[in-house]
């Protein structure tokens, strides 16, 4: 069954109780993307992207249709299995950086590893990749110690460091300056470029979406076009 | 700075664990050691009295005199037991010339034997708890007593006066509490025993060894001190439990964000629970050891305060008991907190402020 796409979504829905009342997030999403491929998405607030995310993400099951990562059916699995398959198939990157305040950012990449089921200790390969995002010597600096921009390059350093199929980006640049902006997305882009790593990035911001192959837009839940 | 406040919280109790016990041990073992410096080798108290209690029905004093012409008996001696400052600290009045033939003299750190009838000796112990020298007048039992010596401690009470004085002050008309027997030949005290209990008049006094006696001061003798260790060990597991219960909810709360981050890094349950459990672990490691430290506090303290009512040992052997007892509350106080840091959706702590 696999094509080459490494995300295959039909008809997915989520809905969301809260209270007596449903909340709909998405509301019937197709979407296919190829292996080594960087997607923009783009919308409104409430559009169901973040949900979109949590779910290709294994963070949240989805409520009915069927979701493919990286040829596992997500749909299907239980509990045990999402957290299973969050260790080494999908890395998140958030707009708030979720670095772990108290460790140093050599400790919070080491935390994902140890997680993820390797020794701690990144393998030497992964130097070249420190390298690219610029962290090199600020690795043994708490995230106190660090902008935003290199706490953000941090936090794709670690999402990356289990070679996860896909990183999913949720408004990575969404509380930085400019300047900060521009280095985070040349990284993202260097990372598909050079290694084929595949993205999916959420954002507000065109500009932003233009650094990815092709830009999905959303709008009350639903997938509006593809450009 | 939770953590610290923590352990010190954990750490009282195993203090208040180590200090009873090793008081309770403390006060048997200086016991048995005074009783064996008494030098006697056969011990016949009142009827119906306990082990402990000092204030028995009283032993007419004929008996003295009866037991000394016994075979084997070389020397019997009887002595009045009261209790001077609270159940732990005895005074006791004896027959100086007996008493000192029996246990071969007292080690007199300054002064002397009795030269009056209101004349007390006391113990290093109780000396330097009270500050009292020789030739000091000290109120003692209700009445005043003039200090005629100091002696090392370790002969039968850290109190001692003549035992005339105190049958008339007490009034108790001549009576004594406990009559001690030495023999020819220690070898003869199981057949004397025998021989004695057989004497019809001797039938209901309980006559020991000093051997026998000694070796039944000890805390499971003791019923109160047994159950009254058992509480506060009890009140230490629900304090631990409380503590780190508490301790580790309002850590779970603070780290909300933290752990929705390690489960989008794929952390498991089981993860995120030995994470809090070990925590929990070493909050209970850390306030034994603590409590430990204490208590070596608690017991210079006391030394230095009240060495002879309250004479307290170091319990080594306690510490592991302690120890786990404390780490078991720890660890079931930081099962309720471990499990909802455990169940936390992902998603909604990831977005907690
Ligand atoms: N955990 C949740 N519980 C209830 N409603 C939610 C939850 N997450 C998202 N929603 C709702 O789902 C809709 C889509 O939200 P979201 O996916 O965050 O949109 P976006 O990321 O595009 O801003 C919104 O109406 C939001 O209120
Ligand atoms: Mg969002």
Known sequence: MSNGDIIQIRDLCKTYRVGKVDVPALRGVDLDVRKGHFLSIIGPSGSGKSTLFHIIGGLTPPTSGKVVVDDKDLSAMTDPERTRMRKRTVGFVFQKFNLLPNLTARDNIAVARYIGGSDAKPEPEFEEVLRLLGIKDRLDHKPNALSGGEQQRVAIARAIVNHPAILLADEPTGNLDTGNSKTVLEVLRDLNRRLGQTILMITHNPEAAAYGDSTVHMRDGRIANRT | ????????????????????????????????????????????????????????????????????????????????????????????????????????????????????????????????????????????????????????????????????????????????????????????????????????????????????????????????????????????????????????????????????????????????????LSEAFFLGLGGTILGIIMSYGAAALIHALKPASLPMIIVYDWWPIAGSITIVGALLGALYPGLTAAAHDPIEALSYE
């Open chain 2, 1 to 276: 700075m939770r953590s610290l406040l923590s352990i010190l919280l954990i750490g009282v109790p195993v203090t208040l664990i180590l200090c009873l016990v090793g008081l309770s041990r403390g006060f048997i073992e200086d016991s048995q050691k005074r009783a064996r410096g008494i030098g006697a080798d056969i011990l016949m108290r009142p009827k119906t009295s306990s082990l402990l209690s000092l204030n028995g029905a009283p032993i007419p004093s004929q008996m003295i005199a009866f037991l000394a012409k016994q075979p084997h008996v070389k020397l019997a001696t009887g002595v009045v037991n009261v209790a001077a400052e609270g159940v732990t600290l005895g005074a006791t009045g004896i027959n100086y010339e007996e008493f000192i033939r029996m246990c071969g003299g007292f080690q007199f750190r300054s002064g002397g034997g009795f030269q009056r009838p209101d004349d007390v000796i006391l113990d290093d112990y109780y000396a330097s708890q009270t500050k009292a020298k020789v030739g000091d007048t000290i109120t003692l039992l209700n009445g005043k007593w003039h200090v005629s010596g100091i002696m090392e401690s370790g002969k039968l009470a850290h109190i001692v006066m003549p035992v005339k004085t105190l049958q008339e002050r007490l009034g108790n008309g001549g009576n004594v509490n406990q009559i001690y027997l030495k023999l020819d030949d220690p070898a003869n005290t199981n057949p004397t025993i025998q021989y004695l209990t057989n004497i019809p008049g001797l039938a209901d006094y309980p006559i020991y060894s000093m051997e026998a006696f000694t070796s039944l001061l000890n805390v499971n003798n003791i019923p109160a001190l047994a159950g009254f260790i058992a509480v506060v060990m009890g009140i230490g597991v629900v304090i631990g439990f409380a503590v780190v219960c508490l301790s580790m909810y309002m850590a779970v709360l603070q780290r909300t964000r933290e752990i929705g981050i390690l489960k989008s890094l794929g952390a498991s349950k089981g993860f995120i629970l030995g994470i809090i």
